[in-house]
C-alpha cells in the first residue's frame, strides 16, 4: 500500500505501509465505516481526526485560559497600566 499526501510546500510525504492481518482488517472497517474508496484518503482523515482530537482541543483550552485571565490583566492595567508601559520605554 502506498500512501501520498500532498501538503501546500512543494514537498509531498510518500508513505509506505504494510499492515498485518488484524490491522488491515481494523484498515478496512474504517474505511467502510467512512464510506471512502481510496486507501489515501483514509489515511488523510485518520491524521486530520486524530489532530483535530488533539491539537484543537489543546488550542481551546489555552483560549479558555486567556478568557479566565483576561479579568485579572483588565484589573491589573487599570490599576498599574501607566507604570507597566513605562517600564517598556
Request: glycine share 4%; hydrophobic share 40%.
Amino acid at each position: 500500500m502506498y500512501f501520498v499526501t500532498y501538503s501546500m510546500s512543494s514537498n509531498p510525504k510518500t508513505i509506505h505501509a504494510t499492515l498485518d492481518h488484524f490491522l488491515k482488517i481494523k484498515f478496512d472497517r474504517i474505511k467502510e465505516y467512512l464510506g471512502i474508496q481510496n486507501d489515501a484518503e483514509v489515511m488523510r482523515a485518520i491524521i486530520a481526526e486524530t489532530y483535530r482530537q488533539k491539537f484543537i482541543k489543546e488550542i481551546d483550552n489555552a483560549q479558555k485560559d486567556v478568557e479566565k485571565a483576561l479579568p485579572f490583566i483588565d484589573t491589573f492595567m487599570e490599576k498599574y497600566g501607566k507604570e507597566w508601559k513605562d517600564l517598556g520605554e
